[in-house]
Every structure is written in structure tokens, then in C-alpha cells.
């Protein structure tokens, strides 16, 4: 099985008409997603390179049964996006979208959370999901991805991901899926939904969790971790990072001795999870779990 | 960006919270006309983004205009913790009848905003936190509904602070900082001390702001950003539209994805080298950005070799190499790059570079590979970086030894 998403999964593109969007979706179908529909209120009617356009999120639904939405939108539509396609019910939103304000991404989670409860949100700022041979929403490479394994990938990075993704294909293990969560300060899924999620999911039989420095998500995960069952190895990027200085990610600080790489590592390896010194190195652990098992 | 004190309490003063009359003066005898205009006694306060400015001597008293002229001459010029003073701020001296606390920011973890209230101001509230834990009253605000009138009534009796002179006008103000922070999109809106003054006035003695940069379209934050870049290698950066933070080391860096760039930065850390820079050229690796980051990494004296580490996934291998060999004949680089490259079509990549291999040009298969081979080259060039032949050493930077499996 899978997370998240599946080979059933039918997709609308916020954005399909912009050029990230287009560029984007169109890569999905190809991968083998069905990408239903796109919006644009514009230019509603029309289509691009065969899937149809929609004025809103409720018609692309309504016409083609779409359950979740891909965020290609500028950062500044993002908010308004995230609500509409929220009320429009589709199960996840996934926000590929960098640079939303903190306070946008504050009230879209609160907004979700408690006026649709049956919507997931994914990022901002993330790469989105990829459950290989079956469903790729978002910007990841497919290619570098390799289904039916055992193993359950959650990110905050992207590049971080598609190395792990990449090595572990080389080295022959296949992956259920993997979530990109992004590197925002307030994610709409969290390494804990996401190592709950992999946890009920029988094929799923190794997690790889990759963070970084900011915030105290990889904490809150070691806690976590000790209710599982299934085997959690890690990767935490950011050791020599300055304190407040922001490391790419709108997320990635050090603010005074909080969010630090040490922490998180030291709180993960309390919690029994093999962290890797670095990413090659985590992906050869993930592997020697794998073939242990 | 983080704003200086006297941006923070312009920013806060034009939200309507009661803040002292000041200037912003970078001379001498700037600080004496603003002193005579403001009225003695003054005080003349160092504008650095630093704390600890008041144990530096970066804060004093002025009663006249020789005693300003004075502190002015001894606070512009200082060096505090490493941050040149450039600019004085000059405000009216208060008499003060007791010093309070007050911030806002987000929680992370709670995914909502968080706003600290304490009656003990004027000193590290994260010790007054520790030692008294009811001295500080915690509160969580919703991101849609805002702070309302009740819960910040109740807030301010939690926090003991219903002996102020006026109720009524510290809920005011901490409801007009509460729209500082949500409507001014910041991030930390910090007021230590919230002072009550003798004559019985709330003032915001202090102001520390920081503001969502990600937010800057919707506001006219030019002014503010126009102070912000005091590196020179930055702002260079920014101008071609980079990802860039600056450090103290000799490696020269050049990753695709901030994780990734990170994560070279460490692992240099790690082989005993230091990093010069955090740069995150985004996704692939065309010619143009390439030749850009390679700019900006070479123009910076302190580096003496660049590691460029890119992983190529939807942009193939063989694109990103050639990518790097144009970007290479664009630019004249002075020191000698490291390559590394993985990714979609690696192997193919990798026999691009090889037949541009040199001594000035290597590639290695692996990141640890690369790094260890930018960390020889950079110890070769005579700078302090590892020396060659000597296994590198666990720096203090270095990774503790935790969470492997036995």
C-alpha cells in the first residue's frame, strides 16, 4: 500500500495554465497521474494540451471527480487558493508554492483545520508526494524513484529527498511513498502525521525521515518514534549552520539555542532512530534495515 | 530582516503604540541638534542588531549638550560583539516607575501565535522564565480570530499587571501590537521594557521587530530593506537574485537546494574545512545562474577553492555538466572547483567534466569524495583550513556520535 496517495488518485492544478504549472502537470501525467482538470477563472473552457480548464476548484470537482489539488499559484494567491480548494472538499491540498507569508500559512492551517477537517494540507514550499509507479503530484523527478519497496520517505528537503530517493534505487529498495512536508515555519502535515500514517501502513516497513535545522518537528518526531513499531532511520541537515541566519528555507533557523541540528540529532538517537552523518550515509543505513528485515 | 531599534519603534509608532520621540542620527553634532530639539536630558542609544549594547557602553545618558557630544563620539565608531555602530538613536530620557514585558511571535509547534506578558521587564525574559515560571504569562492566539478584548484583559491579570496606573490603556496598547505584528506581517514583535513612566504613561522603552520578507509585496518595507545588507558578498548575491548567507571559511559552496547546500557545508565541516558561504543556485543548473553563483563565490577573498555539489533530477546530468563548462568559459575563476554530481544521468554528466578534468577542474562521484578533495586543495593554498596529510579533526562543529544502531 501506499499513503496519501495512489494510482486512483485524480488531481486539479491551481496554476496548470501558468508556466510552473504547466510545466509541472503535464510532467505528472506523463509520469502516469491523472491529472482530471486545472483552474484558472480566466480562462475557463479552454485546455492545456488536453486537460480541461476550470473557472473553480467545485466545478473541477464537480465534472471530474477530483479529490486532490496541486498548488502551482503565486505566493500571494496561495491563501485564497488553499481555501477555495478546501471548500470545494477535496482530501489534500498540496502547496508546491515558496515564499507565502508566515501569517498566510498560519491562517490557512488554522482555517483547514478547523472549518474543513476532512481536508489534509501539504506544505508550502514542499516538493510534494510521490507513491512511485502510481502517483507523482508535484515537482520530484519520477525517474529517480522506484515502487513496491519497504520503505517510507518524509522530508523537509527537497534536494535532501531526491538524493535518498536516488540512492536507494540504486541500491535496489523500492519506496511505498515518499512526502515531501517543506520547509516552512508552519507545515500542514507534520513528520508525526506522516510517520502515523506510514506506521498503519502494512507495506510500509521502514521510515527514512529527513530534517533540518528550525523548529522543534524532529523532537516532536523522536517522541513519536517510540510508540512505533516499524524502524525509523534519520538524517538531520544543518550542524554547522550560524545561529540566525536563515538557511534557505523560511524555516531553517537557529534562533538563539532552539532548533539546533545537535538537538534534534541527540533527541532522534535518544529515541532508538540510526541517524546518518550524511545523506549517502543514511540512505546505506535505511538499506542495511531493509536487508535485515 | 530584522529591523534596528529605531526602525522597529518607527515601525510600531506608525501602528499607533506609544513609543519615545527620537532621531536617527549618524554624527556628532547630528546627536547635539537632535538632543536640543528633543529636549535633555537624552539618551543616546547604539543601533546594532546585536544584544548586550548596554554592558558595551552603548547606551547613555546625555544632561547637556557637551555630555551628548560626548556619547556620541564614544558610541559611533564602537565595535559591539563584532557590529560596527554607524547610527546613533536619540530620544527623550524618562523617569521610570516600573520596567514590563511583552512580545509576539509564532509557535511553531502549536502552529499558531504566541504572545508573552510579565510584569519583570528590563532583563532576559527567557531567565526571568526559568527561574519564576509564573512570572511570565503565556498566551496562544488564534490566527484568525486575533487577540480579543476579553482574553487580553484576562491576559494582563494573569501576567499581575492589573496594578498599572491604566488598565484600559495597556490593553490598547497591546491590542495596537497585536495588529502590529498581524497586519504589519512580523515576525517578533518584542517590547522589553514596556515601561510605565513616572508622570504613569505606558511607553515602549524598546523595540526589537523582524519582518516576514516573504510578506514584502504587500507592504513599503524599502527604507527598512535598504539598511539591511552589511556584507558586502550579500549584497552582491541578492543582486543576481541568489540564495546566499555569508560565513567565515575558506570552501567556497554551490548546491542545488538549500538542504543540499547545507548538508555540503556540514559535511565540509566534517572532513575538517570550512565553508565560506551557503548558496543554493535552486533547481538543475543552467549556465547563466551557474556562472552567477561561481561569480559571486570567487569575488569573495576568503575562498580558495569552490565545491560545487549538485544533484540533477529533473534537469539530466549531462545538462548540468554542460551547464558548469559553459558557466566555466563565461567567467574567470581564480580558485580551483570540486564537482560533484549526481543525480538523473550522472554517469554521463561526469564524462563531460572529465574531459575538462584538470588540476584547476576535478570531479568526484561522491560528496564526502568532493569534500575532502576541496579541503586538500584549500589547505594547499596556505589558509587555515585543515592541513594536508593530517586526518581532519572532529572540530567543535564536528557531529556527536549519537544514533547509530548497534
Known sequence: MTILVDEHTKVVYQGLTGSQGRFYGLRNRAYGTQVVAGTNPRKAGTDVEGVPVFATVGEAVQATGATVSCIFVPAPGVLPAVLEAAGAGVELVVVITEGVPTHDQARMFATVSRDFPATRLLGPNCPGVISPGRCNIGITAGEIARGDGPVGIVSRSGTLTYQALHELTQAGVGQTTCVGIGGDPVPGTTFVDCLALFEADPDTRVVMLIGEIGGSAEEEAAEYVGQMATPVVGYVAGLSAPVGRRMGHAGAIVSGSRGTARAKIEALGRAGVAVGRDPSEAARLVAEVVAGL | ?406
Not at chain 2, 92 to 110: G, K, M, N, P
Request: proline share 4%.
Open chain 2, 1 to 406: 530582516m530584522d529591523l534596528y531599534e529605531y526602525q522597529g519603534k518607527q515601525f510600531l509608532a506608525s501602528l499607533g503604540v506609544p513609543t519615545p520621540a527620537g532621531e536617527a542620527v549618524d554624527d556628532p553634532e547630528a546627536v547635539v541638534a537632535a538632543a536640543e530639539r528633543l529636549g535633555f536630558p537624552v539618551v543616546v542609544k547604539a543601533q546594532v542588531r546585536v544584544g548586550g549594547r548596554g554592558k558595551a557602553g552603548g547606551i547613555r545618558v546625555a544632561t547637556d549638550a557637551g555630555e551628548a557630544r560626548a556619547a556620541a563620539g564614544a558610541i559611533l565608531g564602537m565595535d559591539i560583539s563584532g557590529h560596527r555602530v554607524e547610527r546613533v538613536w536619540v530620544e527623550r530620557a524618562w523617569d521610570i516607575a516600573a520596567e514590563h514585558y511583552v512580545s509576539f511571535t509564532l509557535d511553531r509547534a502549536a502552529r499558531c501565535h504566541l504572545g508573552l506578558l510579565s510584569a519583570r521587564g528590563g532583563v532576559d525574559i527567557e531567565a526571568v522564565a526559568a527561574e519564576v515560571p509564573g512570572a511570565v504569562a503565556r498566551l496562544h492566539i488564534d490566527p484568525i480570530d486575533g487577540l480579543s478584548l476579553a482574553q487580553c484583559r484576562e491576559w494582563v491579570s494573569t501576567a499581575a499587571l492589573d496594578d498599572v496606573p491604566s488598565v484600559d490603556a495597556l490593553v490598547e496598547l497591546l491590542g495596537r501590537l497585536w495588529i502590529a505584528y498581524s497586519e504589519g506581517d512580523a515576525e517578533l514583535v518584542e517590547v522589553n521594557p514596556l515601561v510605565v513612566t513616572a508622570g504613569g504613561e505606558l511607553v515602549a522603552l524598546d523595540a526589537k521587530v523582524t519582518l516576514d520578507d516573504s510578506a514584502a509585496f504587500r507592504h513599503d518595507w524599502e527604507d527598512y530593506a535598504a539598511t539591511q545588507a552589511g556584507d558586502e558578498r550579500e549584497r552582491a548575491a541578492r543582486a543576481r537574485g541568489l540564495q546566499y548567507v555569508g560565513l567565515d571559511g575558506t570552501v567556497g559552496i554551490i548546491a542545488n537546494g538549500a538542504g543540499l547546500a547545507m548538508s555540503t557545508i556540514d559535511v565540509v565541516s566534517q572532513v575538517g574545512g570550512t565553508a565560506a558561504n551557503f548558496l543554493d543556485i535552486g533547481g538543475g543548473a543552467k549556465a547563466e545562474v551557474m556562472a552567477a553563483a561561481l561569480e559571486v563565490v570567487n569575488a569573495d577573498p576568503k575562498v580558495t577553492v569552490i565545491f560545487v555539489n549538485i544533484f540533477g533530477g529533473i534537469t539530466r546530468g549531462e545538462e548540468v555538466a554542460k551547464g558548469i563548462v559553459a558557466a566555466l568559459g563565461r567567467v574567470a575563476i581564480t580558485s580551483p572547483i570540486v564537482v560533484r554530481l549526481d543525480g538523473t544521468n550522472a554517469a554521463e554528466g561526469r564524462t563531460i567534466l572529465a574531459a575538462h578534468e584538470s588540476e584547476r577542474l576535478l570531479s568526484r562521484p561522491t560528496m564526502v569524495d568532493a569534500a575532502r578533495a576541496a579541503v586538500e586543495l584549500a589547505a594547499r593554498s596556505g589558509w587555515p583550513s585543515g592541513a594536508p596529510g593530517v586526518a581532519p579533526a572532529e572540530g567543535p562543529a564536528g557531529r556527536p556520535d549519537v544514533g547509530r544502531v548497534p
